[in-house]
């Protein structure tokens, strides 16, 4: 099967399962965190300018993975850099960049999400695109910002399948407006709560007396623990949570990784970016995660915001950025935002097969009478 057929086989292998599956997003389950409005998408793509894309690749029983493309606006992000920052959960991963990216405070690549053994694969493809654009021929050092989840059950994950084709179908592919979630691009492997998890995003537009601004968030999720939905226990009502049994493989300890992505239009450094990163953990916490040994818990927080871009061969910097006291409504946008992305990763996920596993969806129908259950859903 050529590349452009397995795309497509992807492509239909989802829309098949989830006209089947009726699977949904969160708030069509009646699962709405927090007190923000949504943007028109409820996605990181409500914050103008950041573009999203994938690349599927299915082939055979065996090769079950992808790539995720954020780009945080459309001109080159090398010659026009954004601030970034980086909060890590747990270190337990391979974010290629990841010191470049702490030290100097600043996005000077697309961010790239995908397999574990793929991720210097991606990173290489990356850096060969970049260097193909206008402006570019005399630059001899690139960051290329890689994060990645170990998608090894569904996946022949040694065979190290994403290669240049998958990133530039990826970077080809990045648009505006909603996104896809679910078993798709770098979620196409991946596992959550031991049922299928996959990309989920949200977003959260603070109210004109807070600044008005526009949080999204994006998330790559892999990781296990004791799902819990709005606080009602899902897991435990499912039977199925990490702990369950007293001796548990890795698997069952809540072992493995999410990606967190956040966007913003609020000006703001590297320094508030860092903090902004940080509260995506608590999102992710309200989930049922505890971040285990062999999580890698990152999360990856930039601004769009004109008033702090910074051109690569700026001798002085004159920014204009919110100040402390300006940052709880963006803290709190950030926190509800990523918990629903997480949400919204798992009810999207289909049911995926591959390297002779099965991972299932998470069954809607038995979610919805858990919330009706413990009266947390807004109906």
């Known amino acids: 099967m050529d590349h452009v057929a397995s795309l497509s086989f992807a492509l239909l292998f989802t829309m098949a399962t989830t006209a089947h599956g009726q699977r949904a997003r ?175 995003t949200s977003s959260r537009v603070l109210p004109a007396p807070l600044g008005g601004w526009t949080v999204g968030v994006l998330v790559q999720s892999n990781f296990g623990g004791i799902l819990q939905v709005l606080g009602a226990p899902v897991g435990r009502e499912l039977g199925q949570y990490a702990f369950k049994r007293e001796t548990q493989a890795a698997n069952e300890r809540g072992d493995g990784s999410i990606v967190m992505v956040v966007a913003t239009d609020a000006p703001m450094s590297d320094r508030n970016l860092r903090r902004v990163a940080a509260r995506a953990i608590m999102g992710l916490s309200r989930t049922g995660s505890s971040a285990s040994n062999g999580s890698g818990d990152y999360a990856i927080a930039f601004s769009t915001s004109t008033r702090v871009r910074r051109a690569n061969n700026a001798q002085r910097l004159t920014t204009e950025e919110l100040g402390n006291d300006e940052m709880s409504g963006v803290f709190e946008a950030t926190v509800e935002a990523t918990e629903e992305a997480i949400y919204n990763s798992l009810f999207q996920a289909t049911t995926v097969s591959g390297s002779g596993h099965t991972a299932e969806a998470i069954p809607l129908d038995k979610v919805r009478q858990i919330l009706a259950k413990y009266h947390v859903a807004d109906r």
């Open 26 to 200: 969160a708030r069509d389950l009646g699962v709405k965190p927090g007190v923000f409005p949504t943007g028109r998408n409820n996605a990181i793509t409500d914050v103008v300018g950041v573009r999203v894309g994938h690349a599927t690749l299915v082939q055979g029983d065996s090769v079950r993975t992808g790539v995720t493309a954020i780009l945080p606006h459309e001109g080159n992000l090398f010659l026009d850099r954004v601030p970034a920052a980086l909060h890590v959960g747990n270190g337990f991963g391979k974010l290629l960049g990841a010191t470049q990216l702490a030290e100097l405070g600043e996005l000077e690549s697309p961010i790239l999400l995908t397999c574990t053994l793929c991720v210097w694969n991606a990173a290489d493809a990356l850096v060969d695109w970049m260097l193909e654009q206008p402006g570019m021929e005399n630059v001899r050092s690139i960051n290329p910002l890689v994060a990645e989840t170990n998608d090894g059950t569904l996946n022949a994950i040694r065979s190290r399948p994403i290669g240049a084709k998958e990133v530039r179908a990826a970077l080809a592919a990045a648009a505006s407006g909603a996104v896809l979630e679910g078993s798709v691009g770098a979620g196409t492997g991946t596992i959550a709560f031991g049922w299928k998890g996959g990309i989920g």
